[in-house]
């Protein structure tokens, strides 16, 4: 009967880690869909690829303000994404597709690296999106997770059924996922355009 009653219980009821399982779930269908996607692109994505690399380059070595704008709006992006729709109550359907496009976006970024470079285009993939994967990946789901459970209290307020949640505040989390994205940023910032054109230069070998 207890686990009965655990199977039917709404998403802002269930369990943190399970939270997390299902959100990775939807992550893994977005990969799935990526690849397929990559499949239908033509050979011309494989000049643009080399020439977002070359543009990358350039702007992240003039260390201007506007390359540090574009640094941090790819790390924040989908964790501020996952805050704002954790206060709608359409975040209950919204963020779950909000990880499986991160997922996609993901697959198909590094799936047309493979394409243009071949087996080697997986190092560069790597040191393109590793260090802001490593980062943003955690924050976003840790703040999708949270967000869920009050965008389902939410929802059932709007609807007249649920209380709303009694969990704690979400400012701590926020003050640590953000100083997370700032370290990941100026680390970013200083070594980034350094390794991606030495192993760029492999590649190309």
Known sequence: MKGNRQAGRPVGQVGFLPRLVLLASFFA????????????????????????????????????????????????????????????????????????????????????????????????ALTVFGLRCLVTLPCFFLLAAHGWSASAALAGLSFGRGKRAAGGSIWPLLGGVAAVLAAGICVEWSLLPWLVRAVLARVLV
């Open 29 to 124: 269908v977005g990969i799935v869909a990526g690849w397929l996607a990559s499949k239908r692109v033509d050979a011309a994505v494989c000049e643009e690829i080399r020439r977002y690399l070359t543009d990358f380059l350039r702007l992240e070595e003039s260390r201007t303000a506007g390359a540090l704008l574009s640094a941090a709006l790819t790390y924040v992006r989908y964790p501020l994404l996952a805050v704002l729709l954790g206060f709608t109550a359409a975040g209950i359907v919204l963020l779950p597709c909000a990880a499986a496009v991160f997922g996609g976006s993901l697959s198909f970024s590094a799936c047309c690296f493979t394409m243009s470079f071949g087996a080697r285009g997986i190092l560069l």
